[in-house]
Each structure stands twice: as structure tokens, then as C-alpha cells.
């Protein structure tokens, strides 16, 4: 069983930063792949950024591609995205997740965080 829990969102103006973390806890997500969602209200959740379990490999949505990074600590449990160059229509929920297994993209996921919100101000 693994446990995620988010945190770092908060409200910034159009242009700053952000550093979302998503904590594991439970059991060891160093062979599961990472990723991260978002759901604006009224939308669908889409996937906005996903990391292998060994790092070799990224996926970036085109919307947030050369903006926001990924990254892993495997030996913290912790998976991060940094976004930068924060646009109003990134508003949304965050949400991380983790998909157990070695297959490349993830098709599923098998553990869900609760989320943490991110406003971004015009």
C-alpha cells in the first residue's frame, strides 16, 4: 500500500514559479513510475508530466512542455514538479499518482494523491 500526499500549491501572479512535492509513504515508490494530473473545474483531469521509475525517461503535456520538470528522490520517496513561466489557464488541482511497474508509458496508475490547488493571477 503506498500513500501520496501533495503540497507547495498555493496562489502566485502570471510568470512566477512553483515547486510542488509529492511525498510517499508506505512502502518504497523507487520502481514505480511517477506522474502528475491536473483538474480545472468544469474539465477533464488531464496528465501534465510523468518520470520512469529510474528517471531515464519523461513525458511532458504539450501545454506545460519547456516550462514544468519533473524529477524523483528516490531515497526521499519524493517526486517534484517545478513550474515555471506560470500561465492563468494552469489553474487547476494538482494531483500526483504512481503506476507500479516497468512498462513505458504508463497506461494506468495505481495510487492517487488528494491533490493541492494552484491559482494562477493575470
Known amino acids: 500500500q503506498v500513500q501520496l500526499v501533495e503540497s507547495g500549491g498555493g496562489l502566485v501572479q502570471a510568470g512566477g514559479s512553483l515547486r510542488l512535492s509529492c511525498a510517499a509513504s508506505?512502502?518504497?515508490?523507487?520502481?514505480?513510475?511517477m506522474g502528475w494530473f491536473r483538474q480545472a473545474p468544469g474539465n477533464e483531469r488531464e496528465p501534465v508530466a510523468a518520470?520512469?521509475?529510474?528517471?531515464?525517461?519523461?513525458y511532458y503535456a504539450t501545454s506545460v512542455r519547456g516550462r514544468f520538470t519533473i524529477s524523483r528522490d528516490n531515497a526521499k520517496n519524493t517526486v517534484y514538479l517545478q513550474m515555471n513561466s506560470l500561465k492563468p489557464e494552469d489553474t487547476a488541482v494538482y494531483y500526483c499518482?504512481?503506476?507500479?511497474?516497468?512498462?513505458?508509458?504508463?497506461?494506468?496508475?495505481?495510487?492517487w494523491g488528494q491533490g493541492t490547488q494552484v491559482t494562477v493571477s493575470s
Open positions: 499518482a504512481a503506476s507500479y511497474g516497468d512498462g513505458w508509458p504508463p497506461h494506468r496508475y495505481d495510487y
Open positions: 508506505g512502502r518504497s515508490v523507487s520502481r514505480y513510475a
Open positions: 518520470i520512469r521509475w529510474s528517471g531515464a525517461n519523461t
